[in-house]
């Protein structure tokens, strides 16, 4: 039973796992070639095998194979974000300029039309002027409704549909 047993074990461990022969002795892996390999000091023009492309955080099988999920899309929480999850509501927009002899801080109303990392664009829905603030000079909006927000790994109040004024 124990030679029996120690053979077993000893297929186990001398059997091929994905390249890597794992042999019973110092217990260290070492590499045997497997199709496709190429040993050191030889050049083979055809081998261009290349592992797939996995999106970070994707499940894999223990065969390589790469289990595809549809986790449900959150943006992160920074202001652009959350203006672009907003786009169409009216607002009222705080913005300092510091330096500025003229006017050091001024209000500005307007509809999102569009967020960027370092930029937003309102609309005047009287005379349709569009202005583009930048983030830098933002200190803070008020909105007279509620916002659409979802913070990132929070499950429920999925963003919906922009409402339009």
Same mark, same amino acid.
């Given at each position: 039973?124990?030679? !029996?047993?120690?053979? @077993?074990?000893?297929?186990?461990?001398?059997?091929?796992?994905?390249?890597?022969?794992?042999? @019973?002795?110092?217990?260290?892996?070492?590499?045997?070639?497997?199709?496709? =390999?190429?040993?050191?000091? =030889?050049?083979? +023009?055809?081998?261009? *095998?290349?592992?797939?492309?996995?999106?970070?955080?994707?499940?894999?099988?223990?065969?390589?194979?790469?289990?595809?999920?549809?986790?449900? !899309?959150?943006?992160?929480?920074?202001?652009?974000?959350?203006?672009?999850?907003?786009?169409?509501?009216?607002?009222?927009?705080? =913005?300092?300029?510091?330096?500025?002899?003229?006017?050091?801080?001024?209000?500005? !109303?307007?509809?999102?039309?569009?967020?960027? %990392?370092?930029?937003?664009?309102? *609309?005047? +829905?009287?005379?349709?002027?569009?202005?583009?603030?930048?983030?830098?000079?933002?200190?803070?909006?008020?909105?007279?409704? +509620?916002?659409?927000?979802?913070?990132?790994?929070? @499950?429920?109040?999925?963003?919906?549909?922009? *409402? %339009? %004024?």
């Amino acid at each position: 039973m124990g030679q !029996q047993a120690n053979s @077993v074990l000893g297929a186990q461990a001398n059997s091929q796992v994905q390249g890597t022969a794992y042999k @019973v002795g110092n217990g260290m892996p070492s590499m045997a070639p497997t199709p496709g =390999m190429v040993s050191p000091g =030889m050049v083979s +023009p055809s081998s261009t *095998s290349v592992p797939p492309l996995v999106s970070s955080g994707s499940p894999m099988t223990p065969s390589g194979t790469v289990v595809s999920t549809t986790a449900p !899309q959150f943006e992160q929480s920074y202001i652009e974000n959350i203006l672009r999850l907003n786009l169409g509501k009216f607002g009222t927009f705080y =913005m300092t300029y510091e330096g500025n002899k003229e006017w050091n801080a001024r209000i500005f !109303q307007g509809i999102i039309e569009a967020a960027g %990392r370092d930029h937003i664009i309102i *609309s005047d +829905p009287k005379t349709g002027r569009r202005i583009m603030l930048l983030m830098v000079n933002f200190d803070y909006a008020t909105f007279d409704e +509620p916002l659409l927000y979802q913070y990132p790994g929070v @499950v429920g109040n999925y963003p919906q549909a922009p *409402s %339009r %004024r």
